[in-house]
């Protein structure tokens, strides 16, 4: 089975940084997903990571631990169309299906 | 975008009846998915789909049913609807190596009363 751990709400302050972060207990563990999803709209993919270490992507990097079952999301340069639930999403060897975390709710105010 | 259009977006109906979603692509993707997302609950699998009429389960399955005779459409059946229903539904779809993303369509908001 999988078991998937985030935070429920962050907040912070324009222009700031932030760090979303997941944990994960998967068996055949074979990468990690984000997903951005703005309220009533579709999650849409951010990032992926198989290796350990930080995927570089613009503001939208992403980080994975692979022996601590652990990811996270540093945003950096925080606007407010960054307000949004960041979805954390488990991938396994021999499955073609996502089990994925219940997300972090960021709120980004003025 | 990719190509992945969901209707109806907006259903209301009663107990009882029968309701029937529609996932459509233009992708060629092999993989396609029906999700459940309620408060609390995240994105939750229902159905999902590795090719024409190869259908498999998912984690909330109970009371639903899907089929797909066509690559690029993958339909959802409540055959009799339950207030417990109600819910956000999204179809996605994935070129299904393991590595790449699913894409999700803008989904339908079911609500049964």
């Known amino acids: 089975g999988q078991n998937i751990d985030q935070p429920t709400e962050m907040t912070a302050t324009e222009g700031a940084i932030v760090q979303i972060n997941c944990t994960y207990q998967?068996?055949?563990?074979?990468?990690l997903f984000w997903y951005q999803q703005h309220a009533g709209e579709a999650p849409t993919f951010l990032s992926y990571?198989?290796?350990?270490g930080l995927e570089e992507k613009g503001r939208f990097s992403s980080f994975l631990s692979r022996s601590k079952g652990y990811s996270y999301l540093p945003l950096k340069e925080l606007q407010m169309k960054d307000s949004a639930s960041y979805l954390c999403?488990?991938?396994?060897?021999?499955?073609?299906?996502?089990?994925f975390g219940t997300g972090t709710r960021l709120q980004v105010f003025p | 975008d990719a190509g992945i259009t969901q209707s109806p977006r907006h259903k209301v109906t009663e107990t009882g009846t029968p309701v029937t979603l529609r996932c459509h692509q233009t992708?060629?993707?092999?993989?396609m998915y029906w999700y459940r997302q309620d408060p609390g609950h995240g994105l939750r699998l229902i159905h999902y789909?590795?090719?024409?009429?190869?259908?498999d389960k998912g984690e909330v399955s109970d009371g639903y049913s899907v089929s797909r005779s066509k690559t690029e459409d993958f339909l959802l059946t409540l055959e009799s609807a339950t207030s417990s229903q109600t819910s956000v539904y999204f179809c996605?779809?994935?070129?299904?190596?393991?590595?790449?993303?699913?894409?999700f369509g803008d989904g339908t908001r079911l609500s049964i009363l």
């Open positions: 996605a779809i994935s070129g299904g190596t393991t590595n790449q993303p699913q894409h």
């Open positions: 998967t068996s055949g563990f074979n990468g």
């Open positions: 990571n198989v290796l350990d």
């Open positions: 999403a488990p991938a396994t060897y021999n499955t073609d299906k996502l089990i």
């Open positions: 992708e060629n993707h092999r993989y």
């Open positions: 789909s590795y090719g024409v009429k190869d259908t």
